[in-house]
């Protein structure tokens, strides 16, 4: 007991952690509530302003109070690891209450994992990312199974948010299919907040072994002390058995494949941010 009382909590001129965790949630959902009705980048953004504010007032603080306790929970992994983990738990439970359906990413919410066309992402849907060791990594590794075929192409596609108060917004996400003899990877930058598909090409006469990848949020190249968190949501894998006589298994709407797979539809809150794509590969350490 004696060691409990001595235990320091959050200083009281912070937002308390469960406070902070109400917020969080609540400005997220309220961000993606701006996203929403197909409005004009304007009126997106002003929508947003607007919603982000009733947030902090629904929890009567300051704007300046909530950017200092971010800030503050940002540089101490320790009092922001259960924060972080009820956040995504939340945004989970929600996006799962609401069909976890939003543009074309809803497109194969329902398809089982046995059909021509089906989602076997076998890992939770929602993650919440800092630029700061152990948070700026997700990593997933998934073994083919019975209902693999030779040929089958992949499409990880997901949605991103990011609440930056100042710095790049370097996320990447890295996909690497290992076939018998060989592997296939591909790698997408995104900079902005909304759609992003990663799509890696078939291999008509291989057999998919397992499929390896991570999320990663880099820092940038300045170094500042400002709150960054990425919020990734529906986050899908879509493998689509090859049917050469049936052009309508790969989506028809989607942008075709570049030298990288990737792509990335922006949205409003990007704030000018420009898309980096490129071949480029992470250093293997990562």
């Known amino acids: 007991m004696a060691m409990a009382a001595c235990k320091p909590g959050t200083p009281k001129q912070y937002i308390q952690p469960d406070d902070m965790e109400d917020i969080l949630v ?3 959902l309220a961000k993606a509530m701006a996203l929403e009705g197909g409005m004009p980048q304007y009126d997106r953004n002003y929508s947003q302003s607007l919603l982000t504010a009733a947030v902090l007032a629904k929890h009567g603080v300051t704007q300046a109070e909530f ?9 101490r992994s320790d009092r922001f690891d259960p924060i972080y983990k009820r956040v995504a738990e939340r945004l989970e439970e929600i996006a799962l209450s609401q069909g976890a359906s939003e543009g074309d990413i809803g497109k194969y919410a329902n398809f089982n994992a046995t059909g021509d066309t089906a989602n076997i992402w076998p890992d939770r849907t929602t993650a919440l990312m800092l630029p700061a060791p152990p948070y700026n990594i997700w990593q997933f590794n998934i073994e083919a199974d019975t209902t693999f075929r030779r040929g089958d192409r992949l499409m ?3 949605m991103s948010d990011y609440m930056f108060q100042a710095g790049t917004k370097a996320g990447v996400v890295y996909l690497a299919v290992t076939y ?6 591909r790698n997408l930058h995104f900079s902005v907040s909304g759609l992003s598909q990663l799509r890696v090409p078939e291999l008509a006469d291989r057999m998919p072994k397992s499929i390896k990848g991570f999320f990663y949020l880099g820092q940038g190249s300045e170094q500042v002390a400002a709150a960054r968190l990425l919020f990734l949501s529906n986050v899908q894998l879509i493998r ?3 049917q050469h006589d049936d052009e309508e298994t790969m989506p028809q709407d989607s942008i075709p494949s570049d030298s990288v797979g990737g792509r990335q539809v922006p949205d409003t809150v990007s704030g000018g941010d420009s898309l980096r794509a490129g071949p480029r590969l992470l250093p293997a350490d990562r």
């Not at 950017?67 to 540089?75: A, G, M, N």
């Not at 018998?180 to 990877?185: A, F, H, P």
């Open 240 to 242: 689509f058995h090859t």
């Open 67 to 75: 950017d200092s306790s971010l800030v503050y929970y940002y540089t």
């Open 180 to 185: 018998e003899d060989t592997v296939v990877s």
């Open 26 to 28: 609540d400005y997220h």
């Open 156 to 158: 990880m596609q997901f």
